[in-house]
Protein backbone atom coordinates (compact mmCIF):
# COMPACT_ATOMS: atom_id res chain seq x y z
CA UNK A 1 0.00 0.00 0.00
CA UNK A 2 1.12 3.63 -0.79
CA UNK A 3 0.17 6.08 1.92
CA UNK A 4 0.10 9.81 1.92
CA UNK A 5 2.95 11.27 3.82
CA UNK A 6 2.06 13.56 6.57
CA UNK A 7 2.93 17.29 5.72
CA UNK A 8 6.36 18.62 8.66
CA UNK A 9 4.14 21.57 9.07
CA UNK A 10 -0.07 23.18 9.45
CA UNK A 11 -1.69 23.88 6.45
CA UNK A 12 -1.71 27.42 7.02
CA UNK A 13 2.25 27.63 7.61
CA UNK A 14 3.26 28.94 3.94
CA UNK A 15 0.97 31.95 4.54
CA UNK A 16 0.81 34.26 2.42
CA UNK A 17 2.45 32.72 -0.35
CA UNK A 18 0.38 29.51 -0.47
CA UNK A 19 -2.58 29.58 1.06
CA UNK A 20 -4.17 27.46 3.77
CA UNK A 21 -7.48 26.42 1.85
CA UNK A 22 -4.98 25.24 -0.79
CA UNK A 23 -2.53 23.03 0.71
CA UNK A 24 -5.93 21.21 2.72
CA UNK A 25 -7.34 20.80 -0.50
CA UNK A 26 -4.29 20.08 -2.14
CA UNK A 27 -2.59 17.51 0.35
CA UNK A 28 -5.87 16.16 1.66
CA UNK A 29 -8.05 15.50 -1.61
CA UNK A 30 -5.97 15.78 -4.40
CA UNK A 31 -2.58 13.98 -3.47
CA UNK A 32 -4.92 11.49 -1.61
CA UNK A 33 -7.03 11.09 -4.87
CA UNK A 34 -3.31 10.00 -6.63
CA UNK A 35 -2.23 7.42 -3.52
CA UNK A 36 -6.34 5.38 -4.24
CA UNK A 37 -6.15 5.69 -7.45
CA UNK A 38 -2.18 4.31 -7.66
CA UNK A 39 -3.41 1.74 -5.20
CA UNK A 40 -5.93 0.11 -6.94
CA UNK A 41 -4.16 0.55 -10.10
CA UNK A 42 -1.28 -1.32 -8.68
CA UNK A 43 -3.95 -4.13 -7.43
CA UNK A 44 -5.36 -4.52 -10.82
CA UNK A 45 -1.34 -5.19 -12.41
CA UNK A 46 -0.63 -7.36 -9.95
CA UNK A 47 2.39 -4.97 -8.78
CA UNK A 48 1.44 -4.21 -4.83
CA UNK A 49 4.43 -3.16 -3.26
CA UNK A 50 6.47 -2.45 -5.63
CA UNK A 51 9.05 0.39 -4.72
CA UNK A 52 7.80 3.72 -6.47
CA UNK A 53 11.24 4.49 -7.80
CA UNK A 54 11.03 0.87 -9.64
CA UNK A 55 7.41 1.69 -10.76
CA UNK A 56 8.78 5.16 -12.12
CA UNK A 57 11.91 3.74 -13.86
CA UNK A 58 10.04 1.27 -15.73
CA UNK A 59 6.66 3.21 -16.29
CA UNK A 60 6.06 2.61 -19.97
CA UNK A 61 5.62 -0.60 -19.01
CA UNK A 62 2.28 0.27 -16.78
CA UNK A 63 -1.19 1.78 -17.82
CA UNK A 64 -1.62 4.96 -18.05
CA UNK A 65 -3.62 4.87 -14.91
CA UNK A 66 -0.01 3.92 -13.19
CA UNK A 67 1.80 6.50 -14.80
CA UNK A 68 -0.22 9.47 -13.52
CA UNK A 69 -1.46 8.38 -10.40
CA UNK A 70 2.28 7.03 -9.46
CA UNK A 71 4.13 10.34 -10.83
CA UNK A 72 1.17 12.54 -8.74
CA UNK A 73 1.70 10.43 -5.48
CA UNK A 74 5.88 10.87 -5.99
CA UNK A 75 5.64 14.70 -7.29
CA UNK A 76 3.65 15.49 -4.43
CA UNK A 77 5.70 13.55 -1.66
CA UNK A 78 8.43 15.59 -3.13
CA UNK A 79 6.98 18.78 -3.30
CA UNK A 80 5.93 18.94 0.16
CA UNK A 81 9.42 17.71 1.74
CA UNK A 82 10.78 20.89 -0.95
CA UNK A 83 8.92 23.46 0.37
CA UNK A 84 7.87 24.91 4.31
CA UNK A 85 7.67 27.62 7.16
CA UNK A 86 10.86 30.21 7.54
CA UNK A 87 12.40 28.95 4.22
CA UNK A 88 13.19 30.85 1.08
CA UNK A 89 16.15 32.77 0.44
CA UNK A 90 19.64 31.16 -1.23
CA UNK A 91 20.81 28.11 -1.04
CA UNK A 92 24.43 27.51 0.60
CA UNK A 93 27.54 25.24 0.58
CA UNK A 94 28.19 22.08 -1.93
CA UNK A 95 24.10 23.30 -3.73
CA UNK A 96 25.07 26.60 -4.63
CA UNK A 97 28.47 25.82 -5.96
CA UNK A 98 26.87 23.57 -8.34
CA UNK A 99 24.27 25.41 -9.60
CA UNK A 100 26.80 28.32 -9.93
CA UNK A 101 28.74 26.25 -12.16
CA UNK A 102 25.72 24.42 -14.03
CA UNK A 103 24.23 28.06 -14.45
CA UNK A 104 26.42 30.75 -14.50
CA UNK A 105 24.59 32.18 -11.35
CA UNK A 106 21.56 31.93 -8.62
CA UNK A 107 19.61 34.42 -10.38
CA UNK A 108 19.82 32.43 -13.86
CA UNK A 109 18.40 29.50 -12.78
CA UNK A 110 16.10 31.09 -11.67
CA UNK A 111 15.59 32.93 -14.70
CA UNK A 112 15.52 28.74 -16.23
CA UNK A 113 13.46 27.67 -13.66
CA UNK A 114 10.57 30.49 -14.10
CA UNK A 115 10.63 30.44 -17.85
CA UNK A 116 10.24 26.06 -17.62
CA UNK A 117 7.42 26.72 -14.99
CA UNK A 118 5.76 30.07 -16.83
CA UNK A 119 5.48 28.19 -19.99
CA UNK A 120 4.60 24.86 -19.10
CA UNK A 121 0.95 24.62 -21.76
CA UNK A 122 -1.66 23.13 -19.41
CA UNK A 123 -0.80 21.18 -16.26
CA UNK A 124 2.65 19.70 -15.12
CA UNK A 125 5.78 20.22 -12.96
CA UNK A 126 8.98 22.35 -13.10
CA UNK A 127 12.39 20.72 -12.30
CA UNK A 128 15.37 21.04 -11.06
CA UNK A 129 17.38 17.99 -11.88
CA UNK A 130 20.56 16.00 -11.33
CA UNK A 131 21.51 15.12 -14.92
CA UNK A 132 24.98 13.67 -15.04
CA UNK A 133 26.82 14.96 -12.84
CA UNK A 134 25.49 18.72 -13.44
CA UNK A 135 22.23 20.40 -12.62
CA UNK A 136 19.60 21.35 -15.76
CA UNK A 137 16.29 22.36 -15.35
CA UNK A 138 13.43 20.32 -17.06
CA UNK A 139 9.09 20.30 -17.37
CA UNK A 140 7.04 17.46 -17.45
CA UNK A 141 3.55 17.42 -18.62
CA UNK A 142 0.99 16.01 -16.19
CA UNK A 143 2.29 13.81 -13.18
CA UNK A 144 5.26 12.73 -15.15
CA UNK A 145 8.87 13.37 -13.60
CA UNK A 146 12.58 12.76 -14.79
CA UNK A 147 12.85 9.48 -13.12
CA UNK A 148 9.95 8.00 -15.31
CA UNK A 149 12.19 5.83 -18.45
CA UNK A 150 9.93 7.94 -20.79
CA UNK A 151 11.33 11.41 -19.74
CA UNK A 152 12.69 13.83 -22.44
CA UNK A 153 15.51 14.78 -19.50
CA UNK A 154 16.24 12.01 -17.21
CA UNK A 155 17.83 12.19 -13.83
CA UNK A 156 16.95 12.82 -9.77
CA UNK A 157 14.60 15.91 -9.25
CA UNK A 158 15.64 17.77 -6.23
CA UNK A 159 13.09 20.75 -6.64
CA UNK A 160 9.85 20.34 -7.79
CA UNK A 161 7.17 23.08 -8.54
CA UNK A 162 3.59 22.14 -9.37
CA UNK A 163 1.84 24.28 -12.19
CA UNK A 164 -1.45 22.45 -12.44
CA UNK A 165 -3.71 25.01 -11.82
CA UNK A 166 -5.67 22.95 -8.19
CA UNK A 167 -1.85 24.30 -6.79
CA UNK A 168 -2.77 27.79 -6.70
CA UNK A 169 -6.24 28.87 -8.27
CA UNK A 170 -8.03 29.88 -5.35
CA UNK A 171 -5.46 32.74 -4.26
CA UNK A 172 -3.77 33.58 -7.83
CA UNK A 173 -6.44 32.52 -9.90
CA UNK A 174 -5.05 33.05 -13.42
CA UNK A 175 -1.50 34.64 -12.58
CA UNK A 176 0.67 31.42 -12.80
CA UNK A 177 3.40 34.50 -12.68
CA UNK A 178 2.90 35.34 -9.19
CA UNK A 179 2.35 31.87 -7.76
CA UNK A 180 5.66 31.37 -9.29
CA UNK A 181 7.52 34.08 -7.72
CA UNK A 182 5.65 33.47 -4.12
CA UNK A 183 7.51 29.94 -4.51
CA UNK A 184 10.32 31.07 -3.69
CA UNK A 185 10.03 32.36 -0.23
CA UNK A 186 9.09 28.79 0.65
CA UNK A 187 11.78 26.85 -0.65
CA UNK A 188 13.24 24.56 1.62
CA UNK A 189 17.01 24.85 0.55
CA UNK A 190 18.10 22.15 3.57
CA UNK A 191 15.73 19.82 2.24
CA UNK A 192 17.04 20.42 -1.41
CA UNK A 193 20.94 20.45 -0.03
CA UNK A 194 20.41 16.87 1.25
CA UNK A 195 18.52 15.40 -2.28
CA UNK A 196 21.53 16.75 -3.99
CA UNK A 197 24.17 15.55 -1.90
CA UNK A 198 22.51 11.97 -1.97
CA UNK A 199 21.76 12.03 -5.91
CA UNK A 200 25.19 13.56 -6.77
MN1 LIG B 1 -0.77 19.07 -7.46
Known sequence: ???????????NALEPHIDAKTMEI??????????NNLN??????????LELSELLANVS????????NGGGHYNHSLFWETIGPNAGGLPTGELMDAITASFGSF??????????ATTRFGSGWAW???????LVVSSTPNQ??????????????????DVWEHAYYLNYQ?????????????????KVSELYSKAK
Not at 44 to 49: H, L, S, V, W
Not at 144 to 153: E, F, K, V
Request: aromatic share 12%.
Open 61 to 68: KYSPAIRN
Open 107 to 116: DHFKEQFNKA
Open 174 to 190: NRRPDYIAAFWNVVNWN
Open 1 to 11: MYELPKLNYDF
Open 26 to 35: HHGKHHQAYV
Open 144 to 161: DNPLMDLADIKGTPILGL
Open 128 to 134: LVVHEHT
Open 40 to 49: AAAKDANIEG
